[in-house]
């Protein structure tokens, strides 16, 4: 099992900067990915970025894409996501999680095997 811890979330204005922090505990390997994902209120889970645990391979929601930078720090067995250039339709409960199948696209929900207990974002507008 992965256990995961998120922080760093807030309000914030429209076009602001926050900065999500997930701490990783627990059986990690080589071919996991790390991926943040989000739900606003009434909608359902929804992705946002991914990142291997160990190769240089990033995957990014349409949205988000030039706005937001997913990273790790594996001595620390961290993961972030570096969220600039904010906007209202951001807001939401940010999950980070892992994923533990081999192959796949990272961009489904139903990929991820072990979720943290998210953080609050709100940008108000």
């Known amino acids: 099992q992965v256990q995961m811890v998120e922080s760093g979330g807030g309000l914030v204005q429209s076009g602001g900067s926050l900065r999500l922090s997930c701490a990783l505990s627990g059986r990690i390997f080589s071919n996991h990915y790390m991926g943040w994902l989000r739900q606003a209120p009434g909608k359902g889970r929804e992705f946002v970025a991914a990142?291997?645990?160990?190769?240089?391979?990033?995957v990014y929601a349409d949205s988000v894409k030039g706005r937001f930078t997913i990273s790790r720090d594996n001595a620390k067995n961290m993961v972030y996501l570096q969220m600039n250039s904010l906007k209202p339709e951001d807001t939401a409960d940010y999950y980070c999680?892992?994923?533990?199948?081999?192959?796949?696209?990272?961009?489904?929900?139903?990929?991820?095997?072990?979720w943290g207990q998210g953080t609050q974002v709100t940008v108000s507008s």
């Open positions: 990142i291997s645990w160990t190769e240089s391979r990033t």
């Open positions: 999680a892992t994923s533990t199948q081999v192959g796949g696209s990272r961009i489904n929900p139903a990929d991820y095997d072990y």
